[in-house]
Structure formats: structure tokens, C-alpha cells
């Protein structure tokens, strides 16, 4: 938590969506926080009470995030609307 940081990004499931208030105080510090994986990639739009979430993979938008960051204009819901491709990833081993 005390680290000294620019940006700090935060992956949660649902099922530990409650443990986010322990970015409470890197927020505190004026750290901004990035939220992503599944919780807000699943929650709908008025359940998204957190800071700058990130849906879906942050291929496409990852470096606008940083960019903004950069800027001081970190906010709203960065998305990828486009499924991810799985073109070119192995099979899993059959057990």
C-alpha cells in the first residue's frame, strides 16, 4: 500500500468484490485505481459503483487507459466490445 505508483490496476471476481475496499487507501493517497476482470465486465451499467472499470480484454483499450492516466482524465467505463479471439490458442491436454 505503499508503494510509490502512478496508476494501480485491480483484477476481481464477484465472489471478491467485497474485499475491494482495500483500495481505500491507495485511493486515499490520490492514486487512481483501475478495476477490471469479471466483476465489471459482468455488472450491469447502475451496479457499477467503482472507479474507472474495465471491461472485457484490455488489448485494444489498455493504452488509452494509460494515456489518460497520463493526462489526469482517468474516468468513465473502458471496454472492448469485441469478443476476444481465440484464433491461435493450444488445446488443452486431454487428462
Known sequence: MDADVDLVGITCMTAL???LC???PIRLRGV???LGGMHPTLCSERRLNMPTPCRRE???YGPRVVQD???GRLG???RNDTP???CGMK???AS
Open 17 to 19: 468484490a467485497p474485499r
Open 22 to 24: 482495500h483500495r481505500r
Open 32 to 34: 487512481p485505481v483501475v
Open 58 to 60: 484490455p488489448k485494444e
Open 69 to 71: 492516466a497520463e493526462r
Open 76 to 78: 468513465g467505463i473502458y
Open 84 to 86: 476476444p479471439s481465440l
Open 91 to 93: 488445446t488443452p491436454r
